[in-house]
């Protein structure tokens, strides 16, 4: 299968690349380095040092002998786009090419901008491009299970049956973002889906929660190999924010009263996933929808687990709630439907004390490179 990785730097794009590789795939991989640019800007570094793109590829050929063909280039340049898309004529195409951070989003009215620019013309291109270039790919983008909030009824799998005054159909779940950014994800899964109406395209859109995770098979071949890890206010997730915190003695920065929850899922599932979906593709017309999580916790579960497993370690790992800088409820219902990529064949990796326990390890090796000015800088919206 030719593979096509479309935001192939980032903390699920070059894990991604490695994971299609190993097992036999051509993959090629765009990026423009975005991620890499904003952190510089706001102070806010990956904690695992990351080389470029082409010396990570040089590393895999030399660890593996398998070869990841690199581009640099901005898909919001539709040029750019068609160049990949003629060079790799993918078979599948994996569009993380997004702007993925909801504080980012909200900084100000330039970033607003840019966030709504970049996610919705590279979704654009990514469908106009497979029409003019690749009809036969199969797009598989990784969408959020922010786009739905949070419901007080069961969120299902991307749709909700409907029986009304006698009559009945099928809709697009009702979504209800909490950010700009997750706003826009919204309008990626309107786009992709007007565009399978119309044009036939097969598509399928990941509803995935929040990651955690660092190590994956392929990135412990080597250090070289390891993914960007943030721990920041701006580009960390939670968990992951959650460790760091815990290795430099700064209190778990708990939101509010701390019961929001959410679906999460291990970065190593993350590739299982995507995987799976692009081995067992959507039909042409077909906009399949699943929700990518595995777990679901409050975040006041999962502080506590982090503050167990650091004691454990011998950390003085501390919680303290604050003022609530987002606009989201603290107590509500929250049950997600998963069940359509366990039947596709994902074999989960849950959140125990033995995964907590690894990342502190790991992680500990880089404590010196910890920027505690950049864990929590208050994005209020």
């Known amino acids: 299968m030719n593979v096509l990785i479309l935001g192939g730097d980032g903390y699920l794009g ?19 380095y975005f991620r890499r640019h904003a952190s510089i800007e706001l102070d806010c570094e990956s904690l695992i040092p990351t080389a470029n ?9 030399e660890v593996t002998g398998k070869e990841i063909q690199v581009l640099i280039g901005d898909i919001v340049q539709y040029d750019i786009l068609l160049s ?7 078979d599948t195409i994996i569009h993380y090419a997004e702007q993925p951070s909801a504080p980012y989003s909200m900084l100000n009215r330039e970033k607003a901008a840019f966030t709504i620019q970049n996610n919705l013309i590279s979704t654009l291109n990514i469908i106009h491009g497979v029409k003019e270039v690749t ?7 990784l969408g959020t299970m922010g786009e739905y909030g949070t419901p007080n009824i069961d969120i299902e799998e991307g749709w909700l049956d409907i029986d009304y005054n006698g009559r009945s159909d099928r809709f697009l779940f009702p979504r209800e973002a909490s950010s700009l950014y997750h706003t826009t994800k919204i309008q990626d899964t309107d786009l992709l889906w007007f565009y399978v109406r119309t044009w036939g395209l097969r598509v399928t859109d990941l509803m995935q929660g929040p990651v955690y995770g660092i190590s994956t098979d392929e990135s ?23 460790i760091v915190q815990a290795l430099v003695g700064h209190p778990l920065t708990i939101y509010g009263k701390g019961g929001q929850k959410r679906g999460y899922i291990n970065l190593m599932d993350t590739l299982q996933c995507v995987y799976l979906s692009a081995c067992q593709p959507a039909g042409f017309g077909e906009l399949r929808i699943f929700n990518q999580v595995t777990e679901v916790f409050s975040i006041n579960e999962l502080a506590g687990m982090v503050q167990r497993v650091g004691k454990a370690l011998g950390y003085d790992v501390r919680i303290q709630h604050i003022a609530n800088p987002r606009k989201e409820k ?3 219902y929250y049950n997600p439907k998963y069940t359509g990529l366990i039947e596709l064949g994902l074999d989960p990796h849950y959140l125990s004390d033995e995964v907590l326990t690894g990342m502190f390890v790991l992680l500990k090796r880089y404590c010196n490179r910890i920027n505690t000015d950049a864990i929590f800088r208050g994005v209020a919206w």
């Open 14 to 32: 070059w894990p991604t690349a490695m994971y299609f590789s190993q097992r036999g795939h051509t993959v090629t991989v765009v990026d423009n």
């Open 84 to 90: 990949a898309l003629r060079e790799s004529r993918p």
């Open 135 to 141: 009809p036969g790919s199969h797009i598989v983008k």
């Open 53 to 61: 793109l082409f010396q990570r590829a040089k590393r895999w050929r």
């Open 220 to 242: 412990d071949l080597h250090d070289d190999l390891r993914t960007h890890f943030h721990y920041d206010e701006i580009f960390g997730t939670v968990l992951n924010r959650f």
């Open 330 to 332: 603290e107590d509500h």
